[in-house]
C-alpha cells in the first residue's frame, strides 16, 4: 500500500512539467489525510531544484498533487527561479508551496542569490520565485544581514573602458 501512495504521487507529479525524485531511509504516508512522510536524509529533485532535509512532510489535494512541503532539520536548497536567479542555502525548517512557487525559511537562514552576489542572513525569510521578490526578519538578538558583493575599483575602471 505505501509502495502504491508513492507510485501515485510520484505518476501524478510526473505528469507536471518536470519529474520529482524523492529520496530517503524511510517513508510513511496517510492516503485520507494526503499525507506522505520521508525520514533519514531526504533528497528531492525536481529539474534544478533541490532540497534536503532530515525530515519532509509532503502534502497533496484531493488529486494527490503537492500543496505544501515541510523540509525540517538541517535543511539546505537549491532553487532556479523563474527569471533565472540561482539560489543557493540552507535553514532550520524550509516550506515550500509548489502552486505559488513560494519559499519560507526559517531558524538560522542563509540565503545566497549567486548569480547576483547577494545574502540574506536572518530568523525568517520569504522567497517569491515567480516574480523574485524576498522578505525577511531578524530575531530580539539578531538583526537581518544583507550582504552585497561591490566590485573592486580594478574592476569600475574595467567597465568604462
Request: aromatic share 8%.
Amino acid at each position: 500500500m505505501k509502495h502504491l501512495i508513492l507510485f501515485g504521487l510520484l505518476l501524478t507529479t510526473s505528469l507536471l512539467a518536470q519529474d520529482l525524485q524523492v529520496k530517503s531511509k524511510t517513508f510513511h504516508a496517510d492516503e485520507k489525510l494526503g499525507i506522505s512522510v520521508f525520514e533519514g536524509d531526504v533528497n528531492i529533485i525536481k529539474a534544478s531544484d533541490e532540497l534536503n532535509a532530515s525530515k519532509v512532510t509532503i502534502y497533496t489535494d484531493d488529486k494527490n498533487q503537492p500543496t505544501k512541503f515541510i523540509a525540517e532539520g538541517k535543511a539546505s536548497f537549491t532553487i532556479l527561479s523563474e527569471e533565472g536567479s540561482l539560489y543557493k542555502g540552507k535553514a532550520h525548517k524550509v516550506i515550500y508551496f509548489p502552486n505559488k512557487k513560494e519559499y519560507h525559511f526559517f531558524k538560522n537562514v542563509h540565503l545566497k542569490q549567486i548569480n547576483e552576489k547577494k545574502e540574506i542572513i536572518g530568523d525568517e525569510v520569504i522567497l517569491k520565485t515567480i516574480d523574485g521578490k524576498a522578505y525577511a526578519k531578524g530575531d530580539k538578538e539578531k538583526p537581518v544581514i544583507m550582504i552585497f558583493k561591490m566590485p573592486k575599483k580594478d574592476d569600475k575602471k574595467n567597465d568604462k573602458k
